[in-house]
């Protein structure tokens, strides 16, 4: 399983950015696409996931009301909408795919918010 992330870059606070994560090298059908972040010094936290068969969601509560997570069945693609940015969302944003009891983790793609 291969997953590539992009989408991340300097933005203003208060502005918006669309995170992607697409997904190669596998044939599953149940399996649950997810979005991590890591500000420098502190340990890497859940932010978004997102069931793939029934696309049921969740949300970490810092981010709840202002991101919102959704995927492309055809692309084998999830996407992290992020709106109304604040400086503490400033961080490294990696996807992971969870399947059978294993973790696959993409790249981070890095996410600045300027105050």
């Known amino acids: 399983v291969q997953l590539q992330a992009s989408g991340g870059g300097l933005v203003q606070a208060g502005g918006s950015l669309t995170l992607s994560c697409a997904a190669s090298?596998?044939?599953?059908?149940?399996?649950?696409m997810g979005w991590f972040r890591q500000a420098p010094g502190k340990a890497r936290e859940f932010v978004a996931a997102?069931?793939?068969?029934?696309?049921?969601?969740y949300y970490a509560d810092s981010v709840k009301g202002r991101f919102a997570i959704s995927r492309d069945n055809a692309q084998n693609t999830v996407y992290l909408q992020m709106n109304s940015l604040m400086p503490e969302d400033t961080a490294t944003y990696f996807c992971?795919?969870?399947?059978?009891?294993?973790?696959?983790w993409g790249q981070g793609t890095l996410v600045t918010v300027s105050s």
């Open positions: 992971r795919l969870t399947a059978q009891y294993n973790d696959y």
């Open positions: 090298g596998h044939t599953l059908s149940d399996y649950i």
């Open positions: 997102i069931v793939w068969r029934d696309t049921r969601t």
